[in-house]
């Protein structure tokens, strides 16, 4: 064992600032900004313009018209005096 290393159970000095990890992070928004504005001249949404939007935004779709479906069906249902999703 080294004379100046701490113990092992000592937890470490950033343990309790979680944030210090990002610190010698690279900066991603010269490229970012560059990516939106040139979508901007391409004429593309701002969230469907990096290329992992289409993994959030076709769940979201999927959900989206999903819920809208089943809301127009079980109101077809209601106005015509069922109360359930199948069955009288």
Do not use: D
Request: proline share 8%; hydrophobic share 35%; glycine share 6%.
């Amino acid at each position: 064992m080294a004379l100046n290393a701490p113990p092992a159970n000592t937890p470490s000095p950033n343990a309790e600032r979680p944030g210090l990890i990002f610190i010698n992070r690279e900066n991603r928004v010269p490229y970012y900004q560059r990516l939106f504005q040139e979508g901007s001249k391409k004429h593309v949404r701002q969230w469907n313009q990096s290329s992992r939007s289409k993994y959030f935004l076709y769940p979201y779709y999927t959900v989206f018209a999903g819920t809208f479906a089943g809301c127009m069906y079980m109101m077809t249902r209601m106005v015509l005096g069922h109360k359930t999703w199948y069955g009288k």
